[in-house]
């Protein structure tokens, strides 16, 4: 083998070690989100995210074919007051749990293309800075619903 195919095949092998990692050392549970009112185009979704590895991962991009736009948030208390800010990236560190919660970091979902009514799922796609993926189909639940997860 010349030496540039065998960088090529280290270089692709290396990744594809780092892609693979994420669906194997990452666990999405108690996925929701919050049904809409009638007249809002808003909602926001929570989750938790376990790292089992040994390594941290980065949460760097969400989507949603729901919404016109689907951004990673976080909750901040500037002098008293609450507001919500993007952040460009989210991690994970080893052997952690990272929840996505009402209060702290969340998902919004802005511009829905449709209401979402309880009992829906709507597609959900988690972009890691290895470049993998995870795509999750979550359940439209009730604004009621965050006062049982906190």
């Given at each position: 083998m010349n030496l540039a195919r065998f960088i090529t095949v280290l270089f692709f092998s290396s990744?594809?070690?780092?892609?693979?990692?994420?669906k194997e050392d990452i666990t999405v549970s108690n996925a929701?989100?919050?049904?809409?009112?009638?007249?809002?185009?808003?909602?926001?979704?929570?989750?938790?995210?376990?790292?089992t590895s040994d390594q941290e991962?980065?949460?760097?991009?969400?989507?949603?074919?729901?919404a016109g736009t689907?951004?990673?948030?976080q909750t901040v208390n500037e002098q008293?007051?609450?507001?919500?800010?993007?952040?460009?990236?989210?991690t994970i560190a080893a052997h952690s749990t990272q929840e996505l919660q009402p209060g702290g970091y969340h998902i919004m979902l802005v511009d829905?293309?449709?209401?979402?009514k309880i009992g829906q799922t709507i597609?959900?796609?988690l972009?890691?800075?290895?470049?993998?993926?995870?795509?999750?189909?979550?359940?439209?639940?009730?604004?009621?619903?965050?006062?049982?997860n906190q």
């Open positions: 990744f594809l070690t780092a892609y693979a990692a994420v929701y989100v919050r049904a809409t009112p009638p007249g809002k185009t808003m909602t926001a979704a929570f989750l938790k995210l376990e790292n991962h980065r949460l760097i991009a969400v989507d949603s074919s729901a689907t951004e990673l948030h008293g007051l609450l507001k919500m800010r993007p952040v460009t990236e989210m829905l293309k449709q209401p979402l597609p959900l796609t972009s890691f800075a290895s470049g993998e993926k995870l795509t999750l189909k979550i359940p439209v639940k009730s604004v009621i619903a965050d006062v049982d």
